[in-house]
């Protein structure tokens, strides 16, 4: 009898924790997705195909009413633009991202909005404007800004959210010696300041002379 209680109380607390995981995993799911529920449309003039936007109209799906307008900036975009969604944060809450205006060289800007669980809003990040060019590491929690400068530099610039402030963690640079080989320099922030980790030259691959 001893054993067959001892059994069912096994059973019960997996069961028991079975079913917490299976709710906590579609509470995560549920985080994750969000933003699915938004519609978000761009406001503006549009003038020979290119649109100046103005504000975005953030609304439920389902729901005509306006849930939030994002107002206090400007971008000059194609007719056809649209805001691109992702965790900038990596908090598990989808954001939103709208490109400001088409530059003529690689560094692309972006007006950035990340979504306050506790608000339950959009709220822009100007912080973040100075990221051109976003790529995410999502293993890594990076946000990566790539840039090119007249000198004919690129680099990648690695910022990480501490708290929420967002913080330069590294830099990798390409200084171009001739069209064939460079200089690869890895920075990496000690303090307050970067300090070269790595330095060598390289020969870019696959190049036809």
Same mark, same amino acid.
């Given at each position: 009898?001893?054993?067959?209680?001892? $059994?069912?109380?096994?059973?019960?607390? =997996? &069961?028991? #924790?079975?079913?917490?995981? *299976? /709710?906590?995993?579609?509470?995560?799911?549920?985080?994750?997705?969000?933003?699915?529920?938004?519609?978000?449309?761009?406001?503006?003039?549009?003038?020979?195909?290119?649109?100046?936007?103005?504000?975005?109209?953030?609304?439920?799906?389902?729901?005509?009413?306006?849930?939030?307008?994002?107002?206090?900036?400007?971008?000059?975009?194609?007719?056809?633009?649209?805001?691109?969604?992702?965790?900038?944060?990596?908090?598990?809450?989808?954001?939103?991202?709208?490109?400001?205006?088409?530059?003529?060289?690689?560094? $692309?800007?972006?007006?950035?909005?990340? =979504? &306050?669980? #506790?608000?339950?809003?959009? *709220? /822009?990040?100007?912080?973040?404007?100075?990221?051109?060019?976003?790529?995410?590491?999502?293993?890594?929690?990076?946000?990566?800004?790539?840039?090119?400068?007249?000198?004919?530099?690129?680099?990648?610039?690695?910022?990480?959210?501490?708290?929420?402030?967002?913080?330069?963690?590294?830099?990798?640079?390409?200084?171009?010696?001739?069209?064939?080989?460079?200089?690869?320099?890895?920075?990496?922030?000690?303090?307050?300041?970067?300090?070269?980790?790595?330095?060598?030259?390289?020969?870019?691959?696959?190049?036809?002379?």
């Amino acid at each position: 009898m001893r054993y067959l209680i001892l $059994i069912l109380s096994v059973f019960t607390f =997996y &069961n028991c #924790e079975n079913k917490h995981k *299976e /709710r906590a995993a579609d509470n995560a799911q549920d985080v994750r997705i969000l933003t699915s529920d938004f519609n978000f449309e761009l406001v503006g003039e549009v003038t020979d195909k290119m649109k100046t936007v103005t504000s975005i109209k953030v609304n439920k799906k389902g729901n005509s009413t306006d849930y939030q307008i994002l107002k206090g900036f400007e971008a000059s975009v194609q007719e056809n633009e649209q805001v691109i969604i992702e965790d900038l944060n990596f908090d598990g809450y989808s954001d939103i991202r709208l490109l400001q205006y088409l530059p003529e060289t690689a560094n $692309i800007p972006f007006f950035y909005w990340l =979504y &306050n669980s #506790e608000t339950e809003a959009f *709220e /822009r990040n100007m912080n973040l404007e100075i990221i051109q060019s976003p790529s995410l590491d999502f293993e890594n929690e990076y946000i990566l800004s790539q840039w090119t400068d007249e000198s004919d530099v690129r680099g990648t610039d690695y910022y990480k959210f501490v708290g929420s402030n967002i913080k330069l963690m590294k830099q990798e640079t390409e200084v171009f010696i001739d069209s064939v080989n460079y200089i690869f320099t890895i920075k990496e922030v000690f303090g307050d300041s970067l300090q070269v980790t790595k330095q060598e030259q390289l020969t870019r691959e696959n190049i036809i002379q």
